[in-house]
């Protein structure tokens, strides 16, 4: 006999699942923080990956680590018990082992795959949808009666610690653009050639810039610093993300294509510009930065984007945009 499922109101137990990626983890924010107020007298968790936690965990949100089977995601879902499950994450396990393990609500996006393991799923294609990642996260939550008009962009104040790290670590870190040239192939992206093009524009009017990205991207971004060696600084893989928000923060603006750092740039609010393809699944309506400082360049063929029109909106001359 399947079990009833309670009514949304006497939710005590919610399980939320998001167990991808950084950017993934901070537009998914809007919707578990409605979801917190909507349910205050309810025990919130969060699935999370070690790629995201620290944004769960930054938020003050309960984090749970992201089982690595069936067997385990049930064993979780056994001993968390929860009510309601919201499947937000890619995670083939989730919803199979929701259903086997009896959880009376289901909530996910009914045209996955596994969408049949749901019972109180949404229909909608995410990839052609033209609407913001946060916008398809929080329809997830309509069957608790959750309807929110707007995004409410999280916002996030750099830790004073780590900001004092940065500054021993990076001479005048104010004045200096920070640059993320990678973006691990999530995304199209500049070629090597257009951010060295950037980089020498910028250093005509800035005495230096910052790289930063993964341990992996430092030999590509040591090509990067061939331009002018003295005046840029490799952070790639000297940073944890505490470290990486403080850094941003202090910056004179942030450039990135559309990747995980991109999005911590807009939670910090900062003046940022961001890369952009025109494919539907990857355009800007569906992953742009939760940020009204951010400029939008978006193209085809990312490298017909012109670095001299991207510095100008970073440093405050012009608000340009380019479009196809």
Not at 311 to 318: N, R
């Amino acid at each position: 006999m399947s079990r009833v499922p309670a009514p949304p109101s006497s939710l005590r137990r919610i399980l939320f699942v998001r167990d991808d990626a950084l950017g993934d983890a901070l537009v998914s924010l809007p919707a578990i923080l409605v979801l917190k107020e909507g349910f205050p007298q309810a025990r919130l968790n969060i699935v999370a990956s070690p790629r995201n936690a620290w944004v769960y965990r930054r938020w003050s949100l309960p984090v749970v680590p992201s089982p690595s089977s069936l067997r385990e995601t049930r064993r979780l879902i056994r001993r968390l018990r929860p009510q309601a499950m919201v499947c937000a994450s890619p995670n083939p396990r989730v919803s199979p082992a929701a259903l086997l393990e009896g959880a009376p609500l289901r909530l996910g996006y009914g045209r996955r795959p596994w969408g049949w393991c749901l019972n109180r799923p949404v229909w909608f294609g995410k990839r052609s949808s033209g609407v913001h990642e946060a916008a398809l996260t929080l329809a997830l939550l309509r069957p608790l009666g959750i309807h929110p008009r707007t995004i409410t962009p999280p916002r996030l104040i750099p830790r004073p610690e780590a900001r004092d790290r940065i500054r021993r670590r990076v001479e005048a870190p104010e004045a200096r653009l920070i640059i993320h040239p990678g973006g691990g192939g999530s995304a199209p992206n500049w070629s090597l050639p257009r951010y060295a093009e950037f980089i020498a524009l910028a250093l005509e009017r800035l005495p230096g810039v910052v790289l930063t990205g993964s341990a992996a991207e430092a030999d590509y971004n040591e090509k990067l610093r061939r331009v002018a060696p003295e005046r840029i600084v490799n952070q790639a893989g000297e940073t944890d993300l505490e470290g990486l928000a403080a850094l941003i923060s202090l910056g004179r603006g942030f450039l990135s294509a559309s990747t995980g750092p991109m999005h911590l740039a807009a939670a910090l609010g900062v003046p940022q510009a961001a890369l952009f393809s025109t494919e539907p699944h990857l355009a800007p309506r569906r992953w742009r930065p939760l940020n009204h400082r951010a400029r939008i360049f978006s193209r085809a063929d990312l490298d017909k984007i012109r670095p001299a029109a991207v510095l100008e909106a970073l440093l405050g001359t012009h608000t340009a945009r380019e479009r196809r």
